[in-house]
C-alpha cells in the first residue's frame, strides 16, 4: 500500500499533491460502504430466508463446524456464554479490514476489487449453503449482499478515479491511478446515500425479523401445558441443603446453563412445527404437530442434564423438572423395535431445525429410563434457548447425545451408518455421564473463619445415582459428607460436611460414588472426548 501512495504522488502534478492521500483514505472509506451495504442488503434477504443464512452468522456457524474440539472447548472456557459474541465481533472486524483493503485496491484495479468482493461473497454463500441443514437457498443473502457490494465499490470508485486532468488514451477506467482531480463532494454524496439506503435496508430486514420473531413469541405466549398424566413425585423436602453458598436443588430457567452452536436463536412458530419420525426398521412413518404431542400421555419427571464440556468442577450442569411424552412409547407407536430384540436401527438421530443433530443409542432410550420429548421446563413452555417447541432429554447422557433442542426429525439408522454432529468432530459417539462431584462453597481462594465450616456442593451420576460423597483436606483421610435426600437416581444430590477448619492454607478434594458401587477415578482427564474425569478441588486459605 505503502509503495502504492508513493508512485501515485510522483505522478500527481505540483498542487495535487495532498490529493492521493485523502483519496485512499475516501478508497478504505468507500470499502466500508461497501461492505456495509452487503451486510445490511444481505440482512434484509435474511429477513426473507431465514435469520441464520445471514452471512455474519452464516460464516460464523461455519467456523464453529469448522472448529476442532480442543479449540471449541478453550472458547467454551475462555469466553463462557460470550463465545459467539467474540466469534461475531471477530468476523466484523474482519470484514472491515477486507473491506477497506478491497475499496484501496478498487482505486487502482476497478474490476479487480468488484471480483474480490463477489468471490468473498461466494465464500459466504458456500459456508450458509454447506451448514448442516442449509440449503441453496441459505446462499442468496451472502450473493444479493455481494452483488450490491461490488455495484456499491464500483460506483464509489468511480467517484475517486474521476477524469484525468490530461485527457489520455493511457488512462482507461479501470486506470485508476492516473493523474486526475477527483470528485470529492461527489463521493461523499454517494457513500453518504449508499450508506442510508442501505442502514435502511438493513433496517427494514431487521423489523420483518423482529415480526416473525414476535409471531413465533406469540405462538409461545399461547402455549398452554397439558396437567401431566403422570406427575413428578414432589421432591423430597431433604433434597435442598440449607447452606449458604449452595445453589437451589432446581436450577431456575434463566440461570439454566445453555450450550449449543445456535448464533441465531432458532424461533419456530409452533403452528408451523412438525415432528417426523422416518428411518431404518419404522415400520408406521409418523408426522405429528404440537398439539399432538400435547394430546398423549403427558409425563413430568426431575432430570438433571449435564455438558461434556463441563470440566471438574464447571457450570455446564444444571436441574430441571421436564414435562413432555415418553420417547419409547412413540418409538413403539412407529414400530420400531430395539436391537436387543431384532431392530435394524441402532442408533436415534434427532436432528434440529437449525440442522444440529444429536445421535442417541435406540437401545438406551427404549431401556424403560424416562427418555422424553419436553415440551415444558420448570411449569413453563420451553424457552427458545433451551430448544421451544420441542427437545430431547434423556437421563444419564451428555446433551450433545442425547438433548437435542428445536427438534424437527427423529431418524432411525446406525451408528456405523451416520455420524451425529460432534462425533464427525472427534467426540465419543457414546457417551454416558460421568460420576462427578463439584464443592460449590467455599468458593475457590476463600478465605472461611476458623472453626466449624460447612463444605457443600453437587454430586451427579445420571441414572445410577449418588450413593457416597467424601471430603479429604490436604490429602488427609476421607470423610464421609451427609447427603441430601435422593429425588430420585436421574437428579444431582446435594451434601454437605462440616469441617473443622484450623488456620492455614488447605486443599479440599471432593469424591462421589455412585449406585452401582463405582468411585470416580481421581485420575485427571480433560472434557475430550467423552466427558472430564477427576475430583474437585478447592484451595482456601483459613486466616
Ligand atoms: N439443536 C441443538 N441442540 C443441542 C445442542 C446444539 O448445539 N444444538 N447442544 C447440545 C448440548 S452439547 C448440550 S450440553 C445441551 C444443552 O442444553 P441447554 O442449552 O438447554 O442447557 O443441548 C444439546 N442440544
Ligand atoms: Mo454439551
Request: charge should be positive; charged fraction near 20%; include cysteine.
Amino acid at each position: 500500500m505503502s509503495t502504492d501512495l508513493h508512485v501515485t504522488q510522483q505522478r500527481e502534478a505540483p498542487e495535487d499533491r495532498r490529493l492521493p492521500r485523502s483519496r485512499t483514505v475516501c478508497a478504505a472509506l468507500g470499502g466500508l460502504v461497501a461492505g456495509f451495504a452487503a451486510l445490511c442488503v444481505a440482512e434484509l434477504a435474511a429477513a426473507a430466508v431465514r435469520p441464520e443464512a445471514g452471512p455474519v452468522a452464516a460464516v460464523g456457524g461455519a467456523v464453529i463446524d469448522r472448529t476442532p474440539a480442543a479449540v471449541k472447548d478453550f472458547a467454551v472456557r475462555t469466553f463462557g456464554t460470550a463465545d459467539k459474541l467474540v466469534l461475531q465481533l471477530g468476523i466484523l472486524t474482519l470484514l472491515a479490514v477486507f473491506a477497506m483493503a478491497v475499496g484501496v485496491l478498487a482505486l487502482r484495479h476497478r474490476r479487480a476489487g468488484c471480483v474480490a468482493v463477489l468471490v468473498f461473497g461466494a465464500a459466504g454463500a458456500a459456508a450458509a449453503a454447506g451448514r448442516p441443514g442449509g440449503g441453496a437457498a441459505d446462499a442468496l443473502p451472502s450473493a444479493v449482499g455481494a452483488v450490491v457490494a461490488a455495484g456499491v465499490l464500483h460506483l464509489l470508485a468511480g467517484r475517486l478515479i474521476g477524469r484525468p486532468a490530461v485527457p489520455s488514451p493511457a488512462a482507461g477506467e479501470t486506470d485508476g491511478g492516473a493523474a486526475g482531480t477527483f470528485d470529492r463532494r461527489g463521493f461523499v454524496v454517494a457513500a453518504g446515500a449508499t450508506a442510508a439506503a442501505s442502514a435502511g435496508a438493513g433496517l427494514l430486514g431487521r423489523a420483518l425479523r423482529a415480526s416473525g420473531e414476535a409471531g413465533a413469541a406469540a405462538s409461545r405466549e399461547a402455549v398452554v401445558l397439558p396437567a401431566p398424566a403422570s406427575p413428578a413425585p414432589p421432591l423430597p423436602r431433604g433434597a435442598e441443603l440449607d447452606v449458604r453458598g449452595l445453589g437451589p436443588f432446581t436450577t431456575p430457567n434463566k440461570d439454566f446453563y445453555r450450550v449449543d452452536t445456535a448464533l441465531v436463536v432458532p424461533r419456530v412458530d409452533v403452528a408451523r412445527w412438525r415432528l417426523r419420525i422416518h428411518g431404518e426398521g419404522v415400520a408406521r412413518p409418523l408426522t405429528l404437530s404440537f398439539q399432538d404431542l400435547l394430546e398423549r400421555e403427558t409425563v413430568e419427571r426431575d432430570i438433571t442434564l449435564t455438558c461434556v464440556s463441563n470440566e471438574v468442577g464447571g457450570p455446564y450442569t444444571g436441574h430441571a423438572r421436564w414435562l413432555g411424552v415418553r420417547l419409547a412409547d412413540l418409538l413403539a407407536e412407529a414400530g420400531v423395535v430395539p436391537p436387543s430384540r431384532g431392530g435394524p436401527a441402532d442408533q436415534l438421530v434427532a436432528r434440529s431445525v437449525d440442522g444440529m443433530t444429536t445421535g442417541t443409542p435406540v437401545s438406551t432410550v427404549m431401556d424403560g429410563r424416562d427418555a422424553l420429548l419436553a415440551f415444558g421446563m420448570n411449569g413453563e413452555p420451553l424457552p427458545f434457548t433451551h430448544g421451544f417447541p420441542v427437545r430431547m432429554v434423556v437421563p444419564g447422557l451428555y446433551g450433545y447425545v442425547s438433548a437435542c433442542k428445536w427438534l424437527k426429525e427423529l431418524e432411525l439408522t446406525t451408528f456405523a451408518a451416520y455420524d451425529a454432529y460432534w462425533a464427525e468432530r472427534g467426540w465419543s459417539r457414546r457417551a454416558p455421564v460421568k460420576t462427578q462431584a463439584r464443592i460449590d462453597t467455599p468458593r475457590p481462594f476463600a478465605s472461611p473463619r476458623a472453626g466449624t465450616v460447612p463444605v457443600a456442593g453437587v454430586a451427579w451420576a445420571q441414572h445410577r445415582g449418588i450413593t457416597r460423597v467424601e471430603v479429604r483436606v490436604d490429602r488427609g483421610p476421607w470423610h464421609t459428607a451427609r447427603l441430601a435426600e435422593a429425588a430420585g437416581t436421574d437428579t444431582w444430590r446435594q451434601w454437605v460436611w462440616e469441617w473443622p477448619a484450623t488456620p492455614g492454607h488447605h486443599t479440599l478434594e471432593v469424591r462421589a460414588t455412585d449406585g452401582t458401587g463405582a468411585t470416580q477415578t481421581g485420575e485427571r482427564a480433560g472434557t475430550v472426548p467423552d466427558g472430564a474425569t477427576g475430583w474437585h478441588s478447592v484451595v482456601v486459605d483459613v486466616p
